[in-house]
């Protein structure tokens, strides 16, 4: 007995110095986000405030959050906020910096509380200026590489040693500074403490007890400096106000602009190099991303919460966070899809296994994608500014292209060997929606005007009209069954079976169909 034959419908229904490129210079491509899926977390969300002062990821994986209203423990799906509200035992309200030493101590700083250490075995213990802390208002913390714990505060900066001392250092009158309101700290690779202040002139390095005045940034006059970090290389990286980024490799310095039409910043918050090698730069202005020397935007225009952002970095999945000063924390995630922007239409997509590219048509010509980028050939040349309705591949690597236009019908074969039927030829119409090439070597091609079948022995036209049993001359889509019955579908006439080019059915909505406009036949 012969099993029923299924098939699936698509109808129609009413439903040195070195200025690296810039925007000014066209260096822009905004489509390196597409790559992303973002989510935003906000109060709504459990968050205890809206402005995110600190974030990092601990060595469990869970991300800390600080916030003026308290910490937050975030596992990606649940916040735990650690306040004194919550519990007493952590007798704190504001956070301004949050660290993980070595020994999987935590430590948190706070407005003006001084700092808690929240010890791997969940001992706490807050320490103040009682304790000999420089100032009560601990804005950046670091570890270098004597397992000192170095603490920036609003005014002043100090360091408890492994046996628990707290020292403050002193070298800072020498070079004419009382004291020092701290807005970074970093403990670079070869031991050394960098102190940044963001005023003019003065970034500090502390290096064999003594400090310095760092005047290593040569290419931008009077720099004030509120971030330092280093890449993958070794090489550092210094935030600029108000929108450059300074790389100093060796003596080599380059001086990367940042500044672009919606820039309206002051200052350059974070930067960090991500485990593709990308970097990304936070501003108070958004967030600008180099990427291969391509410049990215990031910013209230493209969906971003809050322009102003504290802190970015990245976890151990490759994730990027953002830290923002007026909307919460966000998730960058590298997507399962990627988007590709195109200039317009894309009507048909096909892939070309045999060349290994992907086609692409559209409302102004076929485009071959190809290692992630869009390359011209010979194809691409001679569909330029055709309107592109139907790309497919026959079973044996043609590929066929049918087109609104001059060049009609074209079919390319794997030898690359082009040949385009027009209604010269005998195409039925000029404008041709679809094509297949069936089992038995004959090519259907539907036009506008009727279907028109090519003969593959002798290259002979066969057309199918009004004249010859179809009520609607426009073909929407081919379909050849296990049978070698070709299904025809039509804009309005419902659909027509073909057995040995002849008509043989006709479906419509008196027959059962949900309408009369089929866009696909297929199996399901």
Request: proline share 2%.
């Amino acid at each position: 007995m012969r099993k029923p034959f299924l098939f699936f419908l698509l109808v129609f229904m009413c439903v040195p110095l070195v200025f690296s490129q810039s925007a000014a210079n066209g260096n822009v491509d905004q489509s390196f986000l597409n790559d992303f899926v973002c989510r935003n977390w906000t109060t709504a969300d459990g968050l205890p405030g809206m402005t995110i002062t600190a974030i990092m990821q601990d060595s469990k994986g869970y991300l800390y959050i600080g916030t003026y209203d308290g910490l937050v423990r975030f596992d990606g799906v649940e916040f735990v906020n650690f306040t004194r509200t919550i519990d007493p035992k952590y007798d704190f309200a504001s956070v301004r910096s949050i660290f993980q030493d070595a020994h999987d101590n935590l430590w948190v700083g706070h407005n003006d509380e001084g700092v808690t250490r929240i010890s791997s075995d969940g001992e706490i213990r807050r320490f103040t200026t009682d304790d000999g802390l420089a100032h009560n208002s601990v804005r950046a913390i670091c570890e270098d590489k004597e397992h000192n714990i170095w603490f920036g505060t609003a005014s002043g900066i100090c360091y408890m040693t492994p046996s628990g001392e707290i020292v403050v250092p002193h070298g800072l009158e020498e070079l004419g500074q009382e004291t020092i309101q701290v807005s970074q700290l970093y403990c670079d690779t070869a031991g050394r403490v960098w102190i940044s202040t963001a005023i003019e002139n003065d970034l500090f390095v502390y290096s064999d007890k003594k400090f310095e005045r760092f005047t290593g940034i040569t290419k931008i006059e009077n720099p004030s400096v509120n971030e330092v970090t280093q890449d993958k290389s070794g090489a550092f990286w210094f935030g600029v106000a108000p929108h450059f980024a300074v790389r100093i490799k060796d003596t080599e310095e380059t001086v990367f602009n940042l500044e672009h039409d919606h820039l309206e910043g002051t200052v350059v918050n974070g930067i960090i190099q991500d485990s593709a090698g990308d970097y990304w730069f936070a501003s108070d202005s958004g967030i600008t991303i180099i990427h291969n020397g391509i410049y990215t935007y990031y910013d209230k225009r493209n969906g971003i919460a809050d322009d102003y952002i504290n802190e970015i970095f990245e976890d151990r999945e490759g994730n990027i966070w953002i830290a923002y000063n007026r909307g919460g924390i966000e998730k960058m995630s590298q997507g399962k899809f990627r988007t590709i922007t195109m200039p317009i239409a894309v009507n048909a997509i096909c892939e070309d296994k045999l060349r290994g590219v992907t086609w692409l048509g559209a409302d102004d010509g076929i485009y071959c994608y190809k290692d992630n980028v869009f390359i011209e050939n010979e194809v691409t040349e001679l569909c330029k500014s055709s309107r592109i309705r139907h790309v497919g591949m026959t079973p044996d690597g043609e590929l066929l292209i049918s087109a609104y236009s001059g060049i009609s019908q074209v079919r390319v074969m794997p030898n690359d060997e082009i040949t385009v039927w027009t209604v010269q030829d005998g195409l039925a119409g000029l404008k041709c929606r679809v094509a297949i090439k069936t089992s038995d070597g004959d090519y259907y091609v539907g036009t506008t005007q009727g279907l028109s079948i090519i003969d593959h022995e002798d290259g002979s036209f066969t057309n199918i009209t009004r004249e010859d049993g179809f009520e609607n001359e426009f073909i929407m889509c081919l379909f050849e069954d296990n049978q070698g019955r070709v299904w025809v579908g039509t804009d309005g006439g419902g659909i027509y079976i073909l057995k040995d080019k002849k008509i043989v059915k006709h479906y419509t909505t008196h027959q059962g169909l949900a309408g009369n406009v089929i866009f696909k036949v297929s199996y399901l």
